[in-house]
């Protein structure tokens, strides 16, 4: 079992950069990767990024690919996104996710699941 916490999501003004974290506890050799969702209110929940947790190799949905950036601490069980640039179109909560195996967008293959944090970019 693994538990993920995620913090960091506050109201921020469009231009502005946002550092979202993902805290992972329990059995971790169970999340080998680490996914980035969004859901805005009223629309379903897209995938926005993930991150390997031993090599690092990040994998970016277009629509934030050049202004968001994941990365890993392995030694704090922790992973973060870097938002710069944020957009309005950005304000949504957002969940980390974990899985085994290989990077995926598709949010039915991660096996957990963070509660969420709010991201409002007012325009």
């Known amino acids: 079992q693994v538990r993920l916490v995620e913090s960091g999501g506050r109201l921020v003004q469009a231009g502005g950069s946002l550092r979202l974290s993902c805290a992972a506890s329990?059995?971790?050799?169970?999340?080998?990767?680490m996914g980035w969702f969004r859901q805005a209110p009223g629309k379903e929940r897209e995938f926005v990024g993930a991150i390997a947790w031993s090599g690092g190799s990040t994998y970016y949905a277009d629509s934030v690919k050049g202004r968001f950036v994941s990365s890993r601490d392995n030694a704090k069980n922790t992973v973060h996104l870097q938002m710069n640039s944020l957009k309005p179109e950005d304000t949504a909560v957002y969940y980390c996710?974990?899985?085994?195996?290989?990077?995926?967008?598709?949010?039915?293959?991660?096996?957990?699941w963070g509660q969420g944090t709010q991201v409002t970019v007012s325009s």
């Open positions: 329990g059995r971790t050799f169970s999340s080998e990767v």
């Open positions: 996710a974990a899985k085994r195996g290989a990077i995926a967008t598709n949010q039915n293959a991660y096996d957990y």
